[in-house]
T-cell receptor, first 118, second 113 residues
Framework: GAGVSQSPSNKVTEKGKDVELRCDPISGHTALYWYRQSLGQGLEFLIYFQGNSAPDKSGLPSDRFSAERTGGSVSTLTIQRTQQEDSAVYLC????????????????FGSGTQLSVL | AQKITQTQPGMFVQEKEAVTLDCTYDTSDQSYGLFWYKQPSSGEMIFLIYQGSYDEQNATEGRYSLNFQKARKSANLVISASQLGDSAMYFCAMKTSYDKVIFGPGTSLSVIP
């Protein structure tokens, strides 16, 4: 596709259930980012993948959160035993490989997944 | 620690006037990049402008310009001739030397007719 695709767009779940959020980046983009945005707040960094390198997981808030990226493309963010405080919009972004000319040095964002934990 | 600070939670500007949104950053990296994104009420993240740490000239994109003061570690966004459609949240962000990108808390801009 032409842009970053996230699914589902909305997810309602019960407290204690596990959820999986999917991100399909722009073809050829080696970098993939996950952010969490609570209502009215800024973007909280969660995790960053760059090519085949080990991901930067420094933003994951607890061990209930994990993410993987298969084949350097699609990524899945998994939240286990969801809590009400996990309710937020989860945004995925991708960008072109390092060394790209600065004229296209930017993140392309998906539309996000609105997660509601009841 | 790397951090982005935006000290203005909310700003108001009269239509057709210019407005400056403040952003300061903290990093020990020599090479980094600075971005501004706009997020209207629809939630979409819209790229506005980018400045590399080694770029000698301030970046400009149409009505947007970035006032980059490296020694002060500031990267303020200037919007000229404000329009009603400029009402949105504005986020300053920094790409570190490891290509990790962190965002500031944002500034809510309201354009008054």
């Amino acid at each position: 596709g032409a842009g970053v695709s996230q699914s589902p767009s909305n997810k309602v779940t019960e407290k204690g259930k596990d959820v999986e959020l999917r991100c399909d980046p722009i073809s050829g983009h080696t970098a993939l980012y996950w952010y969490r945005q609570s209502l009215g707040q800024g973007l909280e960094f969660l995790i960053y993948f760059q090519g085949n390198s080990a991901p930067d997981k420094s933003g994951l808030p607890s061990d209930r959160f994990s993410a993987e990226r298969t084949g350097g493309s699609v990524s899945t963010l998994t939240i286990q035993r969801t809590q009400q405080e996990d309710s937020a919009v989860y945004l995925c972004a991708s960008s072109s490989p390092p060394g790209t000319p600065s004229s296209i040095e930017k993140l392309f964002f998906g539309s996000g997944t609105q997660l509601s934990v009841l | 620690a790397q951090k982005i600070t935006q000290t203005q939670p909310g700003m108001f500007v009269q239509e057709k006037e210019a407005v400056t949104l403040d952003c300061t950053y903290d990093t020990s990296d020599q090479s980094y990049g600075l971005f501004w994104y706009k997020q209207p009420s629809s939630g979409e993240m819209i790229f506005l402008i980018y400045q590399g740490s080694y770029d000698e000239q301030n970046a400009t994109e149409g009505r947007y310009s970035l006032n980059f003061q490296k020694a002060r570690k500031s990267a303020n966004l200037v919007i000229s001739a404000s329009q009603l459609g400029d009402s949105a949240m504005y986020f300053c962000a920094m790409k570190t030397s490891y290509d990790k990108v962190i965002f500031g808390p944002g500034t809510s801009l309201s354009v008054i007719p």
